[in-house]
């Protein structure tokens, strides 16, 4: 009995202790939950919520490409050929710095010394960050110095103005080409006379001007022009300043001939000469007898009125606002303003100011070469910059090869003299 009272104690024991052990044994298991939700299991959002994989925008988006450094050559004439075109590269330079604008000139006897022209150009492309090159005047030899830079530099970009060589020729070696619009001169000359007041048109020429192609185009719409307008157009023949009488001659026929003409037909008589040489008289004339002068062969407010009107250009080389002021001050004294005009610009410095906005703008990467609706929105933007307005573009037609797509004929708006304080 004993014994099995033993038993029985030690089995009333084991029941009691056996729920603590099993208790302790299950402690482990409710405290191990972090194990099983561990944060790194349900908020590791690495894959879901990864920024720098759906917002890294600088590495998917490229940076633009660096320009590369370069420098624009312009080629001009020497003060004493082109001065105007000679201080417009040096506004250039002053405007866009030394170490962008490189500069050099054709002789003055370019039409016998194209080696020289040749090697001046190739000079300029010597320099390796030289990537456009931009001639004021494309005079004889500018085609063979294209071909010669391009040997070696087959990427230089060319753009010219008032191009002497043959156009087809050109439109084929330089990416673009400039030219003034002197066949639509025969409709804008006679348009801004009547629009002056005139009542008859003179001009004066020679055979050898009359034997050019253009001039003598031109001379043609006057006459049809001025027979619209009801103006009686008078060709008058001057001595050529090339012939026996030389320059002198043929200045001096200017001073005479002029206030026979207004005697004749009246003081609402409008000038115009196809040389140059005969510019600076015939605007003396026409200023002091009280006529009327549209523009010159060649029109810019330097062509003869400097001189004629006795402006001191000194200290204002190239500065085209001064003298436009300073003309219109003299005009204004003589109650000429309205009745004597020319262009706000000379055409030669316009046409290297267009040259070198548009050749930056493809260095830059702002545009691609040979966008010649590019070109067109710069020649226009150029010219309003410059106050003169909007331009008149026109593509050259070859009788040959057709309309030349980049090669413009460029026509500037009369300056009003009357609205220049």
Not at 58 to 81: C, D, F, M, N, R
């Amino acid at each position: 009995m004993k014994a099995i009272k033993k038993i029985l104690i030690l089995l009333v024991v084991l029941a009691m202790v056996m729920p603590l052990i099993a208790c302790r044994s299950e402690e482990p298991a409710e405290t191990q939950a972090p194990a099983e939700t561990e944060a790194p299991e349900d908020t590791e959002a690495p894959e879901d919520t990864e920024a720098p994989e759906d917002t890294e925008a600088p590495e998917e988006t490229e940076a633009p490409a660096e320009v590369e450094p370069y420098k624009i050559g312009l080629v001009t004439g020497t003060v004493s050929q082109g001065e105007e075109e000679f201080q417009e590269a040096q506004n250039q330079i002053a405007k866009h710095g030394a170490d962008k604008i490189l500069h050099t000139t054709y002789p003055d006897n370019f039409a016998t010394e194209t080696e020289t022209t040749i090697s001046q150009v190739v000079n300029l492309a010597s320099d390796p960050e030289v990537k456009a090159i931009v001639f004021s005047q494309a005079v004889p030899g500018a085609a063979a110095s294209i071909d010669r830079v391009r040997e070696t530099h087959p990427d230089m970009l060319f753009i010219t103005g008032v191009v002497a060589e043959d156009p087809a020729v050109m439109s084929e070696k330089a990416d673009v080409n400039m030219l003034t619009d002197e066949i639509s001169m025969g409709v804008t000359v006679p348009t801004e006379a009547k629009n002056m007041g005139a009542t008859t048109l003179i001009h004066y020429s020679f055979p050898r001007h009359l034997g050019y192609a253009t001039i003598a185009t031109r001379l043609n719409i006057m006459k049809e022009t001025c027979a619209e307008l009801g103006i009686e157009l008078v060709e008058v023949t001057a001595p050529d300043p090339t012939s026996d009488a030389g320059v002198s001659g043929a200045q001096q026929f200017i001073i005479e001939d002029v206030p026979r003409q207004i005697q004749e037909f009246g003081k609402d008589t409008a000038f115009f000469s196809t040389n140059c040489s005969m510019q600076e008289p015939l605007i003396r004339q026409v200023y002091e007898l009280g006529a009327i002068m549209p523009q010159q062969c060649c029109p810019s407010p330097y062509h003869g009125y400097p001189a004629a009107l006795s402006i001191d250009v000194e200290g204002h080389e190239g500065d085209v606002d001064y003298m436009l002021g300073q003309i219109a001050g003299k005009l204004r004294e003589k109650g000429q303003d309205g009745r004597m005009s020319t262009w706000g610009v000379p055409i030669n410095m316009l046409m290297i100011d267009i040259g070198v906005n548009y050749a930056m703008k493809i260095l830059d990467g702002e545009i691609e070469r040979g966008d010649l609706a590019a070109f067109e929105a710069t020649a226009q933007e150029t010219a309003v910059a410059r106050g003169l307005g909007e331009l008149q573009l026109s593509n050259y037609e070859d009788p040959e090869k057709g309309v030349l797509e980049n090669f413009y004929l460029l026509l500037a708006p009369f300056c009003d003299f009357t609205e220049i304080d």
